[in-house]
């Protein structure tokens, strides 16, 4: 049967007319596409039951035994655990504020530019001739390169931005904790000074890949750029690294990658060559789970989600998932393109749909991943397995390339996964700082910098001005997101796809490179992922490990066997140009 976007019919009991109702109305806006629902007949509130003369019945028992009720007697449907209590506090991403500034009122009078291109089209007036600003994706060193770097962000909400950060309410009015950054700790199960020293452990172990790879992309950056723009034994200058944020170096993987880096294989171009849609494109990533014994979308989620970019609306096209009802109304909403990150991405987003899925039957305060890293862990775990291996399986590629191609492959996902880790780490860290008083809002920026420079390894490309405030150009900074749920993703998805391929194997012992593996057809793999996915947070996170991995901690070893290939590269390539480590 042909899947189409279509509309969901109005139900046939309905004899009220119709009306648009749109989704954000109990979405973000962006989530804009809208279906037709029927307007709701208000009835009468129940008559309240009159009083019974009697005394009401006991439904317990001195000796803690729960008989049969008697009649009369109504057992509660659902009760209040301890869990439940600790799950409460910190639902939102922080309390409310003491008092908020006034504002000031919105000037109508469109500011000009004061020089031709003085600021982003944005800024000016709409008869300006300023051109839009565009950072390069791979930038060369030039004059223009720190200025076009700074330019869009250098002024941009500083004020603002750091009253949004000052405002943090009082202990008081924390809900018990003793500030912001203890609140969202607690969501980990732990005290804050326990998940501090784990985030540390974990930055640990993973720390020599980092600088491996670290000390070999700053050499091929020298090469090209000269040591005058990249010294060598110093911080890499962060706009030329293919980021704003300098968070991933994907973009400069042509400058640093070996002539020998072809993988053997173009999956982008095999996509266009197969002329697939974005459906077809979606059915790959649902034939996935099916094959690990998980069932198939509902049809509601081939109606309802949104694959293509619609040509009468603007919409957000980063990529998400969404339950929308709590039982089986899932969807995802992205513009695909027939790219292989895209394919990747809707194995992702599948991810977290069937996850949403597994723990519907969960109590409310129970609907979500064990922690704020394993939703995102699980999404990537299952991207991990689309290998070559996995895309001859499906027909997509013909023959599966030598182990020597690999380096390529596994190159290019560190300059995205392994080089994000350090910037992971640090956006809670320079939050913490602020939240506990310890870094005076004078000193943000310099605090800010600092931290990247201890962690990264990278520096501004210029001397930052005193009034800056480069944390609120991140978007979670503002919208106070907290940020280590994405640090410990990226160390739990491979200690996930580790024990899957584990599962996967017929004596339990993987037999080949860990990156080479595929869970794909397992069922046994399927088995003990939901065995995860369906306990929800109703256990403490390292229950839901336990069930999946059978560890009880978090640990970034699993990360290291991937990459240990790409380690002895990095390595020996080191060792062959004479690039000089650490910073």
């Not at 005076?440 to 962690?455: C, S, T, V």
Request: glycine fraction near 6%; charge should be neutral; aromatic fraction near 10%.
């Amino acid at each position: 049967m042909s899947r189409r976007w279509t509309t969901p019919p109005i139900p046939p009991h309905s004899r009220t007319p119709a009306r648009k109702r749109c989704a954000s109305a109990f979405l973000p806006v962006s989530f804009s596409f809208c279906w037709p629902l029927p307007f709701r007949q208000r009835r009468k509130p129940p008559r309240r039951p009159r009083r019974s003369s009697t005394p009401p019945r006991r439904c317990s028992t001195a000796s803690g035994s729960a008989p049969p009720a008697p009649p009369g007697c109504r057992r509660p449907t659902s009760r209040l655990t301890p869990r439940k209590c600790l799950r409460v506090r910190p639902r939102r991403s922080r309390p409310p504020p003491r008092n908020s500034p006034p504002k000031r009122p919105a000037s109508t009078t469109p500011r000009a530019c004061p020089t031709p291109c003085a600021a982003s089209s944005t800024s000016c007036a709409a008869a300006s001739p300023c051109p839009p600003r565009q950072i390069p994706r791979r930038p060369r060193a030039s004059p223009n390169g720190p200025s076009i770097w700074r330019a869009p962000t250098r002024r941009a909400s500083g004020a603002p931005a750091k009253r949004a950060v000052t405002a943090a309410p009082s202990p008081k009015r924390s809900l018990g904790f003793s500030d912001v950054g203890a609140m969202w700790g607690s969501n980990y199960d732990m005290p804050p000074a326990e998940f501090a020293d784990t985030m540390d452990r974990l930055w640990q172990q993973v720390r020599p890949l980092y600088v491996e790879l670290h000390t070999y992309v700053r050499h091929r950056l020298t090469e090209q750029y000269g040591e005058d723009v990249v010294p060598p034994g110093e911080p890499i200058p962060a706009h030329l690294l293919g980021n704003m944020w300098a968070q991933s170096w994907t973009n400069i993987f042509p400058l640093v990658a070996p002539e020998d880096a072809d993988p053997g294989y173009d999956l982008t171009e095999r996509i266009r060559e197969e002329d697939l849609s974005p459906e077809e494109m979606v059915e790959y990533g649902e034939g996935f789970f099916t094959s690990l014994g998980l069932d198939p979308l509902p049809e509601t989620f081939w109606a309802r989600s949104l694959f293509e970019k619609p040509a009468d609306r603007q919409v957000v096209c980063h990529a998400s998932a969404w339950d929308v009802d709590d039982q089986d109304d899932v969807r995802i909403k992205m513009c695909i393109e027939p790219t292989a990150e895209d394919f990747q991405t809707i194995h992702h987003e599948l991810g977290h749909n069937y996850y949403q899925r597994a723990y519907k039957e969960q109590p409310p305060l129970f609907r979500g991943s064990a922690n704020d890293g394993f939703h995102e862990a699980l999404g990537d775990a299952v991207a991990l397995s689309v290998t070559p291996q996995y895309l001859q399986q499906v027909g997509l590629i013909d023959e599966v390339p030598p182990p020597a191609k690999d380096i390529g492959l596994l190159l290019r996902s560190a300059l995205d996964k392994v080089a994000f880790l350090p910037f992971g780490l640090m956006v809670d860290k320079w939050r913490w700082q602020v939240f506990s008083g310890e870094v005076a809002p004078a000193e943000y920026n310099e605090a800010w910098w600092d931290l990247r420079e201890q962690y990264q390894g990278i520096a501004p490309p210029e001397e930052r001005p005193e009034k800056a405030f480069d944390p609120g150009a991140k978007y979670h900074i503002p919208a106070n997101t907290p940020y280590s749920r994405y640090f410990l993703a990226r160390i739990l998805q491979f200690q996930f796809h580790r024990s899957l391929c584990e599962e996967a194997s017929p004596d339990g012992q993987l037999d080949g490179p860990l990156h080479r593996c595929s869970v794909y057809g397992s069922e046994r793999a399927g088995d003990r992922l939901y065995e995860m996915m369906a306990m929800g947070k109703e256990r403490p996170w390292p229950e839901a490990l336990e069930a999946l991995t059978g560890e009880r901690e978090m640990d970034a070893s699993a990360m290291i066997d991937y990459y240990a290939p790409l380690m002895d590269w990095l390595r020996e390539q080191n060792d062959r140009l004479g690039a000089e480590s650490g910073w």
